[in-house]
């Protein structure tokens, strides 16, 4: 992996968290993503599920892990199935962990780590221990994604093998927490936006009229692989013009043009953990009158909401609050009238013509992280902050966004470094 090894106490203690969640003799079974097909003989690049990198920090394919924490005997209480190598695999696709290696990488034991072609073997001698057994499914909100999984191909396999067994949703349990950051975790988060800001630091001495998304987009790249990333943990979103009325413009196609605004929304990907930062800048590196007046009413909606993000509050209440704040800017910008917004139907508020999306999400392994929106914000959740107001007729989009860790005493906003106020932009592309 690019990434320097990570410290296996913080996967020994998510596995300790999770099995202070699971019922008396319950077990919970993990699976390894598929590596997916492209056309041919392709595939893509692989990516971890990261309910099973949590637990254990591994990230190679066709590995499960079991947990069974009242196992009668010690060494089934964690248990690891690795892809066992050979010298084909080596010379084809490379290294991949042995038993000794596994150990150091996720802290289980080495004599409680076998290889997948043992599984059923060592499995049959847990099974029949367990009152109850946790499996995994994809249970985000907003996962709308018809590919089966390994996880669903192994749930109709366990059902088949083991009919009699009772069956728990451990999505729930992964959820609560995975939530809540360890030290580890944010320190990971933070490495995450600081090679984030590296980048655009180096985007703000580039753009300049005539150069061309992509070309913006090559530079990101250069940054994030020079510092260790795996690359963007998403697909970057380089929206010049009207481009940035498009909330997921990912084409990054078009010329920039001297006197547009450019929105970024990019973020650097390390070890698995992901930044999600959005800034708008001048092509030209000045703001027209009509341009500053916009991204300071986004700036100032962000920091009001930053302010909001704190232990107690909930996420339907900050919504409104934002909603609130935001309809006061649209006013003074001339584009919601005050009578109108008094006459409102409160379900469908105008200011969502132009801000028609969240202000915030949970960020971690998942770039749109799991977590649940009825739990009251806690200690060490992760959020993005992310307001911005899109006014198609004029050609203007500006969004803002930084990473806001919540803390017992307030927030942490991980990207404090980045530039964000509109003087400083204009002075860094100016310099």
């Known amino acids: 992996m690019r990434y320097l090894p990570i410290n296996n106490s913080l996967f020994s203690e998510n596995r300790q968290r999770l099995a202070q969640l699971l019922p008396d003799k319950a077990m919970a079974v993990l699976n390894a993503n598929d590596i997916m097909p492209t056309n041919a003989d392709g595939s893509m690049p692989f990516r971890q599920n ?25 060494k089934f209480r964690e248990v690891l199935f690795l892809r066992e190598t050979s010298e084909h695999i080596e010379i084809w696709e490379g290294h991949k962990l042995t038993r000794a290696e596994a150990e150091q990488v996720s802290g289980i034991p080495q004599k409680q780590v076998y290889w997948m072609s043992q599984f059923e073997s060592i499995f049959t001698q847990m099974i029949f221990e367990a009152d109850q057994v946790f499996l995994n499914t994809n249970e985000h909100t907003r996962n709308g994604l018809s590919v089966q999984t390994q996880d669903d191909r192994y749930i109709d396999q366990f059902k088949h093998t083991y009919p009699l067994h009772k069956l728990g949703r451990l999505a729930p349990l992964m959820h609560q927490l995975r939530a809540i950051k360890s030290p580890i975790e944010v ?89 999600d930062m959005t800034r708008t800048i001048p092509v030209n590196g000045r703001f027209t009158p009509r341009q ?3 991204y300071d009413a986004v700036l100032r909606v962000m920091k009001a909401a930053q302010a909001m993000l704190v232990t107690g509050n909930i996420w339907d209440e900050y919504h409104r609050e934002v909603g609130k704040i935001m309809e006061s800017e649209l006013i003074g910008l001339g584009l919601l009238d005050r009578n109108e917004v008094a006459k409102q139907d409160p379900d469908t508020p105008l200011y969502k013509k132009y801000f028609m999306h969240g202000t915030s999400h949970f960020l971690g392994l998942d770039v749109h992280d799991v977590g649940n929106k009825y739990r009251r914000f806690e200690p060490g959740m992760v959020f993005t902050c992310e307001p911005g107001i899109y006014i198609r007729e004029e050609g203007i989009g500006i969004r803002l966004e930084n990473n806001i860790l919540i803390t017992e005493s307030g927030n942490i906003d991980l990207m404090a470094n980045i530039p964000l106020e509109a003087d400083e932009i204009e002075a860094l592309m100016n310099a």
Not at 243 to 248: K, T
């Open 50 to 74: 990261n309910d099973l990198f949590y637990l254990t920090g591994v990230d190679q394919e066709e590995s499960r892990l079991v947990v069974f924490p009242q196992h009668p005997d010690p």
């Open 292 to 294: 500053r007046a916009v």
């Open 187 to 275: 320190e990971l988060l933070q490495r995450a936006c600081d090679i984030t800001d590296g980048m655009f630091r180096r985007l703000l001495k580039f753009v300049k009229p005539g150069v061309w998304e992509y070309e913006i987009e090559a530079e990101m790249m250069h940054e994030f692989l020079r510092n260790r990333s795996r690359g963007a943990a998403y697909t970057p979103i380089i929206a010049s013009g009207k481009n940035a009325c498009v909330l997921h413009y990912i084409e990054n196609s078009a010329q920039c043009q001297d006197g547009d605004l450019i929105l970024l929304d990019l973020g650097a990907e390390y070890a698995n953990y992901n930044a």
